[in-house]
């Protein structure tokens, strides 16, 4: 049971996470509303499957796990990070 708490507050953490930088990365230049809207969806999706399913998590309920997605996302975003960085450097 300790480690599917941990799974679930790990989720919780990150779902809010996600709320948060959509909440950052609506005005900023280089990423709008876009990135902003996909973030935000993706952290609701994951709080409310993770509360709908608690204590377990959603992969186990028969709920589609969502993490695979989001780490895509995760990766998207970090790659857009470097090319906005990488133009920033060179003006």
Same mark, same amino acid.
């Given at each position: 049971?300790?480690?599917?708490?941990?799974?679930v507050?790990?989720?919780?953490? #990150? %779902?809010t996470?996600?709320?948060?930088?959509?909440?950052?990365?609506?005005?900023?230049?280089?990423?709008?509303?876009?990135?902003?809207?996909?973030?935000?969806?993706?952290?609701?999706?994951?709080?409310?499957?993770?509360?709908?399913?608690?204590?377990?998590?959603?992969?186990?309920?028969?709920?589609?796990?969502? %993490?695979p997605?989001?780490?895509?996302?995760?990766?998207?975003?970090a790659?857009?990070?470097?090319? #906005?960085?990488?133009?920033?450097t060179?003006?």
């Open positions: 049971m300790i480690d599917l708490g941990l799974d507050a790990w989720d919780m953490l #990150l %779902g996470a996600l709320i948060l930088w959509g909440a950052a990365m609506r005005r900023r230049s280089g990423f709008g509303l876009g990135w902003a809207i996909v973030s935000a969806v993706f952290g609701i999706a994951l709080i409310v499957l993770n509360a709908a399913t608690f204590p377990w998590p959603p992969g186990e309920r028969g709920l589609m796990d969502i %993490g997605f989001i780490g895509g996302f995760m990766l998207a975003l790659a857009r990070l470097v090319i #906005l960085g990488s133009r920033a060179r003006n």
